[in-house]
């Protein structure tokens, strides 16, 4: 007796071997079209997992390469811009004409020191100027605020940085309350409300004298000073004191504490407190971009009372200068004479200053195109990383696809065969 397969059990199994293969020949097509190991995360879970972190460390590395692009070319801006200052301030110092008033050794020429005082307003102008440029929609020199522009004229010729006087003076003062005697502090009010007289006013001709309200006083009088320092002490206004004392305050923040952090691929990290309110930036983690105009310029006065700021010091001796006789070149006063030598010594250690500015500019510039090619290493590692866990070898790839395609053809042939014998068989019954 013999065992004969039944034709639908043979083309049973037929199709389903020959389905695999079929399947077999697609994936391999599709792993040389695509050039990937999987295109799902159930093909193979833990090869995703692994590419999915690769991915993510690619992206965010990406995104501190492209945030530190702009952060070095917003720092060639400024350095390309704080140059401009530097060379207009050494050609200052190098001209001749201003080298020979400086030290005293011309004799005054009709109208040179009021045309030299006017090329000196006119080089504190073309510094701020300077360093109001911008990069992109911000000024560069403008701090956290850089919408604005960050150094402007006021209406007396003061300087101001965001609508701060940069040459702002704290006096030391005595802070007990007392009042200027040359101010008089006791005044009535007319009886009729149109205003007040001083007492000394009414008490001079009481006959004559328009009727008054005894117990009234000039509320636009301070009523408060504080006496400066030193033996000819001088009077301040608490008001004024305390609005100097707030502006320098500000400045100072300025300069010191108020930053603006970006990633650029240093870690970026919280400190780890306990509640979240709590937690503060490592500054170390990340990049202050910051750049205050007023730390490269100076601010604030020194002992004498004299400006700090180098755009100050210059337009201060081009008044003077200007001031000066335009017939014999005379000074206007001893005082200023003594204030122009006095500034002149200082602007040159303001120049001074200001190149060492310039240098640290450029040391922070450099650490910034350093930092960018670290990233572009890292990227180029988390690629080759992600190319050698997602993407095949070609070479392997196209091997299995050929065999694939081999095996779906034999399959084809074998399948002719076994219809062929499955129905000679079934007719020899």
């Known amino acids: 007796m013999h065992l004969r397969s039944a034709t639908n059990a043979v083309l049973k199994g037929y199709r389903s071997n020959l389905m695999k293969s079929f399947n077999t020949l697609n994936k391999s097509r599709d792993t040389v079209l695509t050039g990937r190991n999987f295109n799902s995360f159930a093909e193979d879970p833990a090869t995703a997992a692994e590419s999915f972190q690769l991915r993510r460390s690619w992206l965010k590395t990406e995104s501190q390469h492209s945030v530190g692009e702009a952060v070095v070319r917003k720092y ?32 005054p020429i009709s109208g040179g020191r009021t045309a030299l005082g006017q090329e000196l307003e006119q080089l504190a102008q073309g510094i701020i100027q300077t360093m ?58 007319l009886a009729d409300g149109s205003g007040y007289i001083t007492q000394e006013a009414y008490d001079a001709d009481p006959a004559t004298a328009p009727a008054v309200t005894m117990d009234a006083a000039d509320p636009t009088v301070p009523a408060t000073y504080y006496q400066t320092a030193g033996e000819d002490g001088e009077y301040i206004t608490q008001t004024d004191y305390d609005t100097a004392v707030e502006n320098y305050d500000k400045l100072r923040y300025m300069d010191e504490d108020e930053k603006k952090f970006v990633d650029i691929g240093l870690g970026l990290q919280e400190t780890d407190q306990a509640q979240v309110d709590d937690r503060r930036l490592v500054e170390a983690s990340a990049f202050n971009i910051s750049m205050q105009g007023i730390t490269y310029l100076g601010y604030g006065v020194d002992e004498d009372g004299d400006p700090k700021n180098i755009a100050s010091i210059i337009a ?39 190149k060492d500015q310039h240098t640290a500019l450029t040391t922070q510039a450099a650490f910034l195109k350093s930092n960018q090619k670290q990233l572009e290493q890292s990227a180029y590692n988390l690629n080759e990383q992600f190319n050698a866990t997602d993407m095949v070898d070609r070479a392997d790839a196209i091997t299995a696809f050929s065999w694939a395609q081999y095996s779906y053809n034999a399959a084809l042939k074998v399948g002719n065969s076994v219809l062929s014998e499955t129905l000679m068989d079934f007719l020899n019954l």
């Open 316 to 354: 201060r001796m081009g008044e003077i200068l200007q001031n000066c006789s335009n017939e014999d070149g005379a000074w206007a006063t001893a005082e200023e004479e003594e204030e122009y030598y006095r500034l002149a010594k200082k602007f040159e250690n303001s120049a001074s200053d200001l």
């Open 76 to 107: 060639e801006v400024a350095y390309s811009a704080l140059e401009s200052v530097v060379n207009d301030v050494d050609n200052m110092k190098g001209d001749s004409s201003f080298t020979a008033v400086l030290r005293g050794a011309n004799d």
């Open 132 to 189: 109001n440029g911008r990069y992109g929609e911000n000024h560069v020199f403008s701090g956290a605020d850089g919408l604005n522009v960050p150094f402007t004229w006021d209406d007396t010729g003061a300087l101001l940085y965001r609508g701060i006087p940069v040459d702002t003076e704290v006096p030391e003062v005595v802070m007990d309350e007392t009042v200027d005697p040359a101010v008089p502090q006791v005044y009535y009010q």
